[in-house]
């Protein structure tokens, strides 16, 4: 069986990876390399065994979340179905059964808000992880004056967890965001669409979703 240890230590992925984010960050993105694929990968991954689904499948979510970003190395417009499509070729080279592929890749597919929706438990996982990797260490601009919305709403952030309660039936993110540097509104102005998709993809695993942020309850 493919494994997450194998996708990370395949050299065609470690190279797509580290261009994709080279090209973002020249585009003035927030950071997408592999620290961010191994985040989303574990998180997707505990997730999956929090909320008491098979090894295995958790396993698949965190192949999908460490490979997710991945067509970002041919463009940023439309990576999702890119990203597919190259990690299809990747994990079938390694092995991969084509059921399991087609799970991963359905995954990749469907993480961008714009167009996604969560229909299988690694989709749903994937879209939960993803969206909720805010951080000040995501921020690539060199200077203050140079940041954006999204850099000041990822520097602000200076804790981000994802907690399962399984008994509860809630997944919920937790945020502290120092206001200081950006107000809770432009978190908003920038995640709403996100949260909406992550709301989707929480009650489709059958948990409610909760947002807090500095103590405060959204849900």
Same mark, same amino acid.
């Given at each position: 069986m493919v494994t997450l240890e194998q996708v990370r230590? =395949?050299?065609?992925? @470690?190279?797509?990876? =580290?261009?994709? &984010?080279?090209y973002l960050r020249a585009l003035g993105y927030t950071e997408h390399s592999t620290r961010h694929a191994t985040r989303v990968a574990e998180t997707a991954r505990a997730i999956l065994l929090e909320a008491d689904y098979p090894e295995r499948v958790a396993e698949l979510a965190a192949i999908a979340g460490y490979l997710h970003d991945i067509g970002n190395v041919i463009h940023r417009e439309g990576h999702a179905q890119s990203?597919?499509?190259?990690?299809?070729r990747v994990l079938s080279r390694l092995g991969m059964p084509p059921e399991e592929c087609a799970i991963v890749a359905n995954a990749? @597919? &469907?993480? %961008? %808000? %714009?167009r996604g929706y969560a229909t299988t438990p690694v989709s749903?996982?994937? =879209?939960i992880a993803d969206k909720a990797d805010v951080h000040r260490s995501r921020v690539q601009a060199e200077s203050f004056q140079d940041f954006d919305i999204h850099d000041r709403v990822n520097y602000a952030t200076t804790q981000s967890e994802v907690l399962v309660d399984g008994p509860g039936k809630v997944i919920s993110l937790e945020l502290t965001i120092d206001t200081s540097f950006a107000q809770m509104i432009e978190y908003f102005e920038i995640f709403l669409d996100r949260m909406v998709m992550v709301k989707q993809a929480a009650e489709f695993l059958g948990f409610r979703f909760r947002l807090v942020i500095n103590g405060t309850v959204f849900s």
């Open positions: 230590k =395949d050299e065609e992925v @470690g190279v797509f990876i =580290d261009y994709a &984010n080279r990203g597919s499509l190259i990690a299809l990749i @597919g &469907n993480h %961008e %808000e %714009e749903a996982a994937l =879209d």
